[in-house]
């Protein structure tokens, strides 16, 4: 409980991936469980321009990435979540915006990876960064091996 004496946020983060739709069920479940908001992050960033210069303008990443953490929620909790659910779509690398966001958390839930280029590792760099840099407890959801 905060100092206010409602509930602090259970953080998720969500990228689209199989692994943080598995992250968000979980985290919905544990803030029914504890009547906990339920806060699913996703963060974006601009393509890499590889040092040429690249007209972005007509795209928006912020209106994409808000669709894929709505279908996102939507897939998962459906169209009536059991629980309170305020998502944010944030840009910045995703460490970084997650670890910000899970300040003031009671708890912060990664994927064990998401759509990094090294999906087959055990823990991504996303999930390794919030494991050593958050403010709060993390739990980091493995997928289980095929």
Same mark, same amino acid.
């Given at each position: 409980?905060s100092? &206010?004496?409602?509930?602090?946020p259970v953080? =998720?983060g969500?990228?689209?991936?199989a692994?943080s739709?598995?992250?968000? *069920?979980?985290a919905?479940?544990?803030? /029914?469980l $504890?009547?906990?908001p339920l806060?699913? =992050?996703?963060?974006?960033q601009?393509?890499?321009?590889y040092?040429?210069?690249? %007209? +972005?303008?007509?795209t928006? +990443?912020?209106?994409?990435? *808000?669709?894929?953490? /709505?279908?996102?929620v $939507? &897939?998962?909790? @459906?169209e009536r979540?059991r629980v &309170?659910? $305020?998502?944010?779509?944030?840009?910045? #690398?995703?460490a970084?915006v997650?670890? &910000? /966001?899970?300040? @003031?958390? %009671?708890?912060?839930?990664?994927g064990? #990876? @998401?759509?990094g280029?090294f999906t087959g590792?055990?823990? @991504?760099? =996303?999930g390794?960064h919030?494991? #050593? #840099?958050?403010?709060?407890?993390?739990? =980091?959801?493995? $997928?289980?091996?095929?």
């Amino acid at each position: 409980m905060s100092a &206010e004496g409602g509930s602090r946020p259970v953080v =998720v983060g969500v990228d689209g991936s199989a692994s943080s739709k598995r992250a968000l *069920r979980w985290a919905a479940r544990q803030a /029914e469980l $504890t009547g906990a908001p339920l806060r699913p =992050v996703l963060a974006w960033q601009l393509p890499p321009a590889y040092g040429m210069p690249v %007209d +972005f303008s007509d795209t928006d +990443f912020a209106g994409q990435a *808000r669709r894929v953490l /709505e279908d996102s929620v $939507t &897939e998962v909790l @459906g169209e009536r979540p059991r629980v &309170e659910v $305020t998502p944010r779509v944030v840009q910045g #690398h995703p460490a970084a915006v997650l670890t &910000e /966001e899970a300040r @003031g958390a %009671d708890l912060l839930v990664v994927g064990s #990876h @998401g759509r990094g280029a090294f999906t087959g590792m055990l823990l @991504g760099s =996303v999930g390794n960064h919030c494991v #050593h #840099h958050a403010a709060c407890p993390v739990l =980091v959801l493995r $997928t289980p091996l095929s």
